[in-house]
């Protein structure tokens, strides 16, 4: 399937700082919802430059090199690395916990080798999608592969907490508009959760997934394991995008 369009929902249920919950990832980015402290919150849109960097950004080749194509009203854009490199952009914005939040990343082919990935964020308080950024990223040509989602606490210094948060309502479309619902996932989790964590979790909590980990509390399922939910029925309704090719805002 030549996936187009990845859509998802994601409800916080606990989020303590540190704490990033990821939408929509796929084979070239991440898009999500970031606690960055007691006052911070952000949306977070980012895409992986080509060659295989894994530190600093100022060793990619330029034909390796991401690059912006356009950006919303108060989205920052630059790079980052040390993760892999790429180009990064986020909001700033207090998206509330108990919250459904919507997201959707698209993949439009530009050429033989190049793809344009956008973010999309539907506003809770403009109640309207608006673009997070596009980034042309070169080696491609194609479409979104290796859809997954997670949550993560990215700084470590307070796993005592835990963080858990639904995912639910997810669908993809592919190139022709035709929506398929993604109602099956397998549960993974990095070496932290294989080696020295028990309090690790995921599963099906009215009718959507949820990933939870911390806190010390009860409940571990084996990495690997498949969970299934039940279908919601209808897939979204009409996306009404802003063009993620004309930047007003630079």
Same mark, same amino acid.
């Given at each position: 399937?030549?996936?187009?369009?990845?859509?998802?929902?994601?409800?916080?249920?606990?989020?303590?700082?540190?704490?990033?919950?990821?939408?929509?990832?796929?084979?070239?980015?991440?898009?999500?919802?970031?606690?960055?402290?007691?006052?911070?919150?952000?949306?977070?849109?980012?895409?992986?430059?080509?060659?295989?960097?894994?530190?600093?950004?100022?060793?990619?080749?330029?034909?390796?090199?991401?690059?912006?194509?356009?950006?919303?009203?108060?989205?920052?854009?630059?790079?980052?690395?040390?993760?892999?490199?790429?180009?990064?952009?986020?909001?700033?914005?207090?998206?509330?916990?108990?919250?459904?939040?919507?997201?959707?990343?698209?993949?439009?082919?530009?050429?033989?080798?190049?793809?344009?990935?956008?973010?999309?964020?539907?506003?809770?308080?403009?109640?309207?999608?608006?673009?997070?950024?596009?980034?042309?990223?070169?080696?491609?040509?194609?479409?979104?592969?290796?859809?997954?989602?997670?949550?993560?606490?990215?700084?470590?210094?307070?796993?005592?907490?835990?963080?858990?948060?639904?995912?639910?309502?997810?669908?993809?479309?592919?190139?022709? !508009?035709?929506?398929?619902? &993604?109602?099956?996932?397998? #549960?993974?989790?990095?070496?932290?959760?294989?080696?020295? $964590? /028990? @309090? %690790?979790?995921?599963?099906?909590? !009215?009718?959507?997934?949820? &990933?939870?980990?911390?806190? #010390?509390?009860?409940?571990?399922?084996?990495?690997?394991? $498949? /969970? @299934? %939910?039940?279908?919601?029925?209808?897939?979204?309704?009409?996306?009404?995008?802003?063009?993620?090719?004309?930047?007003?805002?630079?």
């Amino acid at each position: 399937m030549k996936v187009a369009t990845f859509y998802c929902e994601v409800t916080a249920i606990e989020d303590p700082p540190a704490t990033y919950y990821q939408a929509c990832g796929w084979h070239r980015g991440y898009f999500g919802m970031q606690v960055n402290s007691p006052s911070e919150r952000r949306i977070i849109f980012s895409v992986w430059d080509s060659g295989g960097e894994g530190v600093s950004r100022s060793r990619v080749a330029d034909a390796d090199r991401v690059r912006l194509v356009a950006k919303g009203e108060e989205v920052v854009a630059g790079d980052f690395g040390n993760e892999g490199t790429g180009g990064h952009s986020h909001m700033v914005f207090g998206w509330k916990t108990g919250q459904r939040q919507k997201f959707v990343v698209t993949a439009q082919p530009s050429d033989a080798t190049h793809t344009i990935y956008s973010g999309f964020y539907f506003h809770p308080d403009k109640q309207k999608w608006v673009l997070i950024s596009s980034w042309s990223a070169p080696k491609e040509g194609g479409y979104m592969r290796g859809l997954y989602s997670f949550n993560e606490d990215f700084d470590g210094s307070n796993g005592q907490l835990r963080r858990k948060a639904l995912f639910g309502n997810q669908w993809v479309r592919d190139q022709l !508009g035709k929506w398929t619902e &993604l109602t099956e996932a397998t #549960f993974t989790c990095d070496g932290t959760g294989k080696a020295d $964590r /028990l @309090d %690790r979790f995921a599963g099906v909590e !009215g009718g959507q997934f949820f &990933l939870s980990n911390g806190g #010390f509390v009860a409940g571990f399922l084996q990495a690997g394991s $498949r /969970l @299934d %939910r039940k279908s919601a029925g209808a897939p979204p309704e009409e996306l009404d995008l802003p063009s993620p090719l004309s930047d007003k805002s630079r």
